[in-house]
């Protein structure tokens, strides 16, 4: 396959995608994404906002993250003019994942949810 040939199918994939996305949106009554700001989220987060600019982008205040990803997240969030909704722990426990990760989870990302 050439390089051209690739960026064909890679094109393609993402109509498809894009076709996906807006077909899965029409139909929602309040749609939002979750996002932590990796990689893969952001080219996630980049497809749903050219289809919905308005949508929620919820993100879960862990206070585990690095300095890097919350600039990050910040810089992507103003410059695609996202909708970014933080939520947080009413009463984090930073480093409770140290003696359960179940009850860590479940206090920083399934509760503020």
Request: glycine share 4%.
């Given at each position: 396959?050439?390089?051209?040939?690739?960026?064909?199918?890679?094109?393609?994939?993402a109509?498809?995608?894009?076709a996906?996305?807006?077909?899965?949106?029409?139909?929602?009554?309040?749609p939002?994404?979750?996002?932590?700001?990796?990689?893969?989220?952001?080219?996630?987060?980049?497809?749903?906002?050219?289809?919905?600019p308005?949508?929620?982008?919820?993100?879960?205040e862990?206070?585990h993250?690095?300095?890097?990803?919350?600039?990050?997240?910040?810089?992507?969030?103003?410059r695609?003019?996202?909708?970014?909704?933080?939520?947080?722990a009413?009463?984090?426990?930073?480093?409770?994942w140290?003696?359960?990760?179940?009850?860590?989870?479940?206090?920083?990302?399934?509760?503020?949810?």
């Amino acid at each position: 396959m050439t390089n051209v040939e690739a960026l064909e199918a890679v094109a393609g994939k993402a109509g498809d995608a894009a076709a996906l996305i807006g077909d899965t949106l029409s139909g929602a009554t309040s749609p939002c994404i979750t996002s932590s700001f990796q990689s893969e989220d952001v080219v996630l987060v980049d497809l749903i906002r050219r289809i919905r600019p308005d949508i929620p982008v919820l993100f879960l205040e862990t206070f585990h993250h690095f300095a890097q990803t919350l600039t990050y997240r910040d810089d992507i969030a103003e410059r695609w003019k996202l909708n970014l909704v933080v939520l947080r722990a009413p009463e984090p426990s930073v480093g409770l994942w140290r003696t359960s990760t179940d009850d860590c989870c479940a206090r920083h990302k399934v509760r503020p949810l």
